[in-house]
């Protein structure tokens, strides 16, 4: 794991995978509570599966980057996408083409990234991406604050973020509930992505259901295929790591040579 600093005072921590010659970066994104480390494996298999290098980092506020400086705003996602993401590209991986794997939160900064049509972009993998609030979104997070009350989560977490969790988490858990926040939409948005987009969530996702993975479909310019994953919830890559590996590596060797 190594190091960059992209101004501001902000360090950035990221882990690459080695990979062929040729082969596109596979650029993986993080859930709103997640890390490189919680990761696991699946960014390394995934990577020697397809042959393609990757590129794992911590945004801002999570892991072992530098913690959050200010509050989290409507447009927090939009800052991730449009500002954090393509620095970091351009620092670590500059004139390399380059796919989107993003889980959850990363899932939506990813198809923000996408709607800016970034020439080196070859294509999109949502897991579980969010593209406007639901009720159940809201009362998931309402069970992970009283789990976290508990201190079973907040243990969890700190293993992964270290003095960071208690801001990290509060300001996860805020935002999304906040009275301002559920107006957070980003449908209009799709019409803007023409690169082809995996769609992949669980039917059992407790903090989302399947209108997201219809809007994403429906509303992209370019292809958009939804596989729905039996007995799954909201991490299909860690409940299912085989079939979501075998899905994904047919996803991206179609599209890595494009």
């Known amino acids: 794991m190594s190091q960059v600093n992209l101004g501001n005072d902000q360090d950035f921590f990221y882990l690459r995978h080695p990979g062929k010659a040729g082969r596109p970066f596979l650029v993986f994104l993080h859930e709103g509570l997640g890390s490189v480390a919680q990761w696991r494996d699946f960014p390394e298999q995934l990577c020697r599966r397809t042959g393609c290098p990757g590129l794992v980092y911590d945004r801002i506020g999570h892991g072992l980057s530098s913690p959050l400086s200010r509050p989290r705003t409507l447009h927090y996602l939009h800052g991730h996408a449009l500002s954090e993401l393509p620095r970091v590209l351009a620092k670590l991986i500059p004139d390399h083409p380059y796919l989107l794997i993003g889980h959850s939160d990363g899932g939506s900064i990813a198809l923000i990234a996408g709607s800016e049509r970034p020439p080196l972009l070859k294509a999109i993998i949502g897991m579980a991406a969010h593209v406007f609030v639901e009720p159940c979104s809201l009362e998931g997070i ?55 987009v995996l769609v992949l969530q669980g039917r059992e996702d407790q903090y989302g259901t399947m209108a997201q993975v219809d809007a994403i479909v429906r509303r992209s310019a370019g292809p958009a295929t939804p596989l729905l994953l039996e007995d799954c919830g909201h991490a299909p890559h860690l409940e299912c790591p085989d079939l979501c590996l075998d899905l994904m590596t047919c996803f991206i060797n179609r599209h890595a040579r494009t």
Do not use: C, V
């Open 142 to 196: 309402e069970q992970a604050r009283a789990d976290y009350a508990e201190g079973k989560l907040r243990a969890a977490l700190m293993r992964y973020h270290g003095e960071k969790t208690d801001r990290l988490f509060a300001a996860w858990a805020d935002t999304w509930t906040s009275p301002w926040f559920r107006f957070w939409n980003i449908e209009y948005l799709l019409p803007a992505i023409e690169t082809p």
